[in-house]
């Protein structure tokens, strides 16, 4: 049990510490290491786990190390694996910020910084990109979607300040009422 605790501790340590742009950035490498190199979960358990890090309250990365550490080694596997997460984050800015003015001032930054903006975005799409891969495709499903996919775009092109909570709930409601319509339709009763 102590070295599944050891490697727990430093596979989430090394995706804390390569992983630049929060938890949507880190699916990709998150998939990559639970599933195909360590087979901790399997791909219909990380999706679960993605929508739930996403759910609760607090950071994804956070809530998804907590969520594996603990299936994987109960709750000292959950401490450790959270711990391991947020302590190259925490060590980076606690030293940057013993020279913070110092360091926004170099144009190297500036430049280095506006680089990782691009991967992130990359991370970003090439994780839900796999993720919707994965997903079953029934005509419905693919509609809702896509209206929400065109209400993010558009929001985002007009510069509407529209909280992704409310894009998380409209979704949720979308697919309350898919899940009733089906049911109604296979046995004509109650959902």
């Known amino acids: 049990m102590k070295s599944r605790r050891l490697s727990l501790f430093l596979t989430f340590l090394k995706i804390g510490a390569f992983t630049f742009g929060g938890g949507y950035a880190m699916i990709a490498l998150l998939e990559h290491e639970l599933i195909e190199k360590k087979g901790w979960i399997g791909h219909d358990e990380f999706l679960d786990m993605a929508a739930i890090a996403e759910s609760t309250p607090g950071p994804v990365a956070v809530n998804a190390a907590t969520y594996v550490g603990f299936h994987v080694a109960g709750v000292s596997g959950a401490a450790l694996a959270t711990l391991a997460v ?106």
């Open 86 to 191: 947020c302590l190259p984050s925490f060590l980076i800015i606690f030293a940057i910020s013993q020279f913070f003015d110092r360091f926004l001032a170099l144009t190297t930054v500036g430049y280095a910084f506006r680089g990782i903006q691009v991967c992130v975005v990359y991370l970003i799409a090439s994780a839900g990109w796999k993720m919707v891969r994965k997903l079953p495709h029934r005509p419905l499903d693919n509609v809702i979607l896509a209206i929400v996919l065109l209400a993010m775009l558009a929001c985002s092109m007009l510069a509407v300040s529209f909280s992704s909570i409310y894009f998380i709930l409209l979704s949720g409601a979308a697919g309350l009422c898919v899940y009733g319509v089906r049911q109604l339709r296979r046995g004509g009763g109650k959902p």
